[in-house]
Antibody, heavy 118, light 110 residues
Framework: QVQLVQSGAEVKKPGASVKVSCKAS????????MHWVRQAPGQGLEWMGI????????TYAQKFQGRVTMTRDTSTSTVYMELSSLRSEDTAVYYC???????????WGQGTLVTVSS | QPVLTQPPSVSGAPGQRVTISCTGS?????????VHWYQQLPGTAPRLLIY???NRPSGVPDRFSGAKSGTSASLAISGLQAEDEADYYC??????????FGGGTKLTVL
């Protein structure tokens, strides 16, 4: 059974950075891409980017270029998403989701609430 | 603004059939990329409902079905049940090398 377990809620000040982790269970960590998707309060889903855990290659949504960094640690089957220069509009639930390549997302983490407030 | 267009809300009585549309463009759905659907219950993570336009993952009832034609796709839910009340999102891939979502549709079971 695949499980994606994310780190806990964060409260950050504007201008700060946040790093969210997503630990995958099972022996297939390097076999599937991992995506990050966020959802602002009362809003829809927004794709942020993708990382290939096998080689670490990333692709980011244009909107987040220069502010987001996705990394992975194969020894712990964990992927990370770091977002910098936070502003109030970044307040959202951030999800990791296992991807079938760039196609669809078959397993999702439980979500991590990031609140940006002065 | 969401890249894919969905109606904000739909509703139906128990037992009825409802459909949710999803309209894209020539750079995503119309370019031949598959459409996928997710169900999101309040306070929970999205759940994969339909993948590859028409396929249901194991455990998804056959009351849910998907279709795609040209630049549009649709999700149909037949035999509506109270537990189907949720937000539904379509998703595809765009030639700008990014995932894209619809704005979501809130289904109300009357």
């Amino acid at each position: 059974q695949v499980q994606l377990v994310q780190s806990g809620a964060e409260v950050k000040k504007p201008g700060a950075s946040v790093k969210v982790s997503c630990k995958a269970s099972g022996n297939t960590f390097t076999s599937y891409y991992m995506h990050w998707v966020r959802q602002a309060p009362g809003q829809g889903l927004e794709w942020m980017g993708i990382i290939n855990p096998s080689g670490g290659r990333t692709t980011y949504a244009q909107k987040f270029q220069g502010r987001v960094t996705m990394t992975r640690d194969t020894s712990t089957s964990t992927v990370y998403m770091e977002l910098s220069s936070l502003r109030s509009e970044d307040t959202a639930v951030y999800y990791c989701a296992r991807g079938r390549g760039y196609s669809y997302y078959d397993y999702w983490g439980q979500g991590t609430l990031v609140t940006v407030s002065s | 603004q969401p890249v894919l267009t969905q109606p904000p809300s739909v509703s139906g009585a128990p037992g009825q059939r409802v459909t949710i549309s999803c309209t894209g463009s020539s750079s995503n759905v119309g370019a031949g990329y598959d459409v996928h659907w997710y169900q999101q219950l309040p306070g929970t993570a999205p759940r994969l409902l339909i993948y590859g336009n028409t396929n249901r993952p194991s455990g998804v009832p056959d009351r849910f079905s998907g279709a795609k034609s040209g630049t549009s796709a649709s999700l149909a839910i037949s035999g509506l049940q109270a537990e189907d009340e949720a937000d539904y999102y379509c998703q595809s891939y765009d030639s700008s090398l990014s995932g894209v979502f619809g704005g979501g549709t809130k289904l109300t079971v009357l």
